[in-house]
């Protein structure tokens, strides 16, 4: 349950009026994760901008940076950034088969990925894991691939979905309706760790069983 109440778009201050027509100009609805942030208009029109500014092609292309999103979003057991980034990655062109092994280490034989793909992708969970010790290896295989602007907006995008998934799981927020009862790819191929991911996805999936 969300602990602050969601916005509505209709009554929304302009400032986050103009957000809201934003989020569904490139998501095709509001978002709940939104809907909490226009609690505080002038700092959560300034949060959400990070991941419209994200969310397109810049020095590394938008595809590619949904992989580092699903990666560190699962690694982080955030069913409400999963679920709608399996939708985003798949209208990018990413298949529900190449999502499913970014789970784990599978990425690093799997023939969905490029070499460039599993560099970006060993990066990304020890970012999430433990960023202080990522291995030199690591650091060469990604600056064989990526130069220092990409390295950049990597960084930046792992980072900035670190910090949404602990933000919308602290606050609560809900899937919209449109996802409830819709199969997770990576949860299904990797249940969640925690407790509360797990309660969270049987509540989501329970209108499919009842169907």
Known sequence: MAQLPYTDPETADPVMKAVFEDTVKRFQMPLNIVSVMGNAPEIGSKMIQ????????GAIDWTT???AILKSTKMGDCLYCVTQHEVVSE??????????????LQYQVSPHYTDRERALLDLTG?????PEQIDVETWANVRKHFNDAQ????VATIGAYLQISKFGD???VELEPVFH?????????EPPKSAA?????????????HQ
Do not use: T
Not at 50 to 57: K, S
Not at 126 to 130: H, I, S, Y
Not at 181 to 189: D, H, I, N, Q
């Open 50 to 57: 990070i991941y419209f500014d994200i969310l397109q092609d």
């Open 65 to 67: 940076k949904e992989l």
């Open 91 to 104: 209208r990018l062109g990413i298949s529900p088969e190449k999502q499913a092994d970014i789970v784990g």
């Open 126 to 130: 020890q970012v999430v894991l433990d």
């Open 151 to 154: 390295i950049v907006e990597l």
């Open 170 to 172: 602290a606050m609560g």
């Open 181 to 189: 009862g819709r199969p997770s790819v990576l949860f299904a191929k």
């Open 197 to 209: 991911a797990a309660r969270h996805l049987e509540h989501h999936l329970a209108p499919a069983a």
